[in-house]
């Protein structure tokens, strides 16, 4: 697609993350000192050395990159997520809320997978299950799946690089998924997004908070997966009817050092 340049809101949308990495940095110190910690000085510099590096490449976005390969739409994502591991999703966050339709929706559905690829920060910015209207949550949880399915024409080859594609590529027309929640009703659980294709994948996460364990499986169409990721057997997806199943005692993940 063809956008119209707007570096104004980019840089307005890029100077308001820059507040909130600062925000964030001083709360985690104040955290950390309440407990104890004996700390030097906050420097916060890094984070305006962080994002004036990332503001150099915002014009990307403004382009037509309907052209360029999933490795190099990866690339430039990769310069768009200024963060960590709990934090790289803020600016693309950001833009999808305020700037969608101004910039290439390809390259924001590719930083918006980086960022859940890579870090901690996945769909967070999601509203929290326990707490939103159910309504709510699944209105703009379907308005993310949407936009994803659009921006890629339905084609995850555009985005999807390595193993995350290979993984994509062999999962049959129809399948079954699993996702697990805690201190929730399996009627929210079932609202969400984020879902695996191994049950015992599931059931670990399931088993991780400190409420309830909570296991629902749907079925789901392969076209109707927006993004994937091969770690966690890992699928974004909506399926329009789910069911709660028994959730099984919780074994060690090969991550953790099981079998």
């Not at 308001?16 to 950390?32: K, Q, S, T």
């Not at 104890?36 to 037509?64: F, H």
């Not at 390259?107 to 299950?129: E, M, N, V």
């Not at 308005?143 to 921006?151: D, I």
């Amino acid at each position: 697609m063809t956008v119209q340049p707007d570096t104004a809101t980019l840089e307005q949308i890029l100077d308001e993350v820059r507040g909130r990495h600062h925000e964030y940095a001083h709360a985690e110190r104040a955290f950390l000192v309440k407990h104890g910690a004996d700390l030097p000085p906050l420097d916060t510099s890094w984070i305006d050395n962080m994002i004036e590096e990332c503001r150099r490449w915002l014009p990307a976005l403004l382009v037509d990159q309907s052209n360029n390969s999933a490795e190099k739409l990866e690339e430039l994502a990769s310069h768009l997520a200024p963060g960590g591991a709990h934090t790289d999703g803020w600016l693309a966050h950001a833009i999808f809320q305020w700037a969608r339709w101004e910039v290439d929706q390809l390259l924001l559905a590719a930083t918006i997978r980086y960022c859940w690829h890579g870090g901690k920060s996945g769909f967070q910015f999601l509203p929290d299950p326990a707490k939103a209207d159910p309504d709510e949550y699944e209105e703009q949880a379907q308005e993310l799946v949407q936009f994803l399915f659009e921006a890629t024409d339905g084609n995850l080859a555009r985005i999807l690089t390595g193993e995350d594609l290979v993984f994509y590529n062999s999962l049959p027309s129809r399948l079954t998924v699993y996702r697990g929640c805690s201190a929730i009703s399996p009627e929210q659980a079932g609202l969400g997004v984020c879902w695996t294709t191994d049950r015992a994948i599931a059931e670990w996460f399931a088993h991780r908070g400190a409420g309830e364990p909570v296991l629902v499986t749907g079925r789901v169409r392969k076209a109707g997966i927006v993004l994937a990721k091969a770690s966690e057997k890992e699928v974004v997806c909506t399926p329009s009817r789910t069911r709660a199943l028994k959730c099984r005692k919780m074994v060690r993940m090969a991550w953790e050092g099981g079998a």
